[in-house]
């Protein structure tokens, strides 16, 4: 078996937004969500179910899944592989702009149902060790949450260290799945949920499609083209940062050893200046 990463943009959609898997879905947001017994999701309706044309058109390197359960509330699965500026006021006017969005201007007010934010994000943000977080509406004297109606959760791949021997409970064999199931050759022992199961099936690249693989292709490049983009522009930073000192100490008068020692450049990289 050779199995895509989840966190591709293709096979993100593949796996969690294909409607004709919902289970996939339902296992993982039961899980991550520690949904209980009478208020666990039974069904989903997708919003914008996997199309691979639509996919291939997709220019963010943002990418949800948006569903409804059989309650009405409404779930906006993320994946996010690179913290962006102001990534916490877009997420809160991103799930804001759909809890507004369910009703047109006159309609009432109860008609609103609660929106559910899962981000799964391929970098640190948030302070503590804790994987999974979920930040909701308080009441600061009481602690009450009496505003209900959004809610926003994390999981932080980064800091999601266990082993495979280490997964004991559901939602950490999701996690390591979502993180690890690019480096795996068989699906591990010990997958009994059915859902994972076929998150599994439908992340092994066998399976797929000339179109899908070529896509699939084409994303993990223009990823690697994007973290390219970044690292030469810090890198360029950084350089830019010694050229600025080098030529102030030189100004200053200072000795070639104290520059090279301080800056790190080349003698013929300091001459130039």
């Known amino acids: 078996m050779k199995f895509a990463d989840p966190k591709n943009d293709v096979a993100f959609h593949k796996i969690f937004g294909n409607e004709n898997k919902k289970v996939i879905l339902i ?42 359960d059989q309650k009405k509330n409404s779930y906006i699965v993320e994946m996010q592989v690179s913290e962006t500026d102001g990534f916490d006021k877009r ?3 991103y799930v804001s702009k759909e809890y507004a969005n369910q009703i047109e201007k006159g309609d009432d007010y109860p008609k609103l149902t609660p929106v559910v934010f899962v981000g799964i994000l391929d970098f640190k943000y948030f302070k503590g060790k804790d994987y999974i977080t979920q930040h909701i509406i308080l009441n600061k004297k009481t602690m009450e949450n009496d505003l209900k109606d959004i809610n926003f ?9 266990k082993k495979l021997e280490e997964c004991k409970s559901l939602v950490d064999k999701w996690i390591f799945f979502i993180k690890n199931a690019k480096n795996l050759k068989i699906v591990p022992e010990g997958i009994e949920d059915k859902g994972l199961k076929e998150a599994y099936k439908e992340s092994d690249k066998h399976n797929w499609t000339k179109d899908e693989l070529e896509m699939y292709d084409y994303f993990s490049m223009r990823e690697q ?24 100490m030189k100004q200053n008068n200072e000795s070639m050893e104290k520059i090279l020692k301080y800056t790190g450049l080349t003698v013929e990289e300091i001459e130039k200046l």
Not at 48 to 65: E, F, H, N, R, T
Not at 153 to 161: A, G, I
């Open 153 to 161: 959760n994390f999981v932080e791949l980064p800091k999601f260290k």
């Open 225 to 248: 083209d994007e973290r390219g983009k970044m690292t030469l522009a810090i890198r360029r930073a950084k350089e830019q940062g010694k050229i600025e000192i080098a030529k102030e």
């Open 27 to 68: 296992s993982f947001l039961n899980s991550v969500l520690d949904l209980k017994h009478g208020y666990k999701i039974v069904d989903l309706t997708f919003k914008d179910s996997y199309q691979l044309p639509k996919i291939s058109s997709l220019k963010s390197s943002i990418i949800d899944v948006k569903v409804k």
């Open 91 to 93: 997420v809160q006017y």
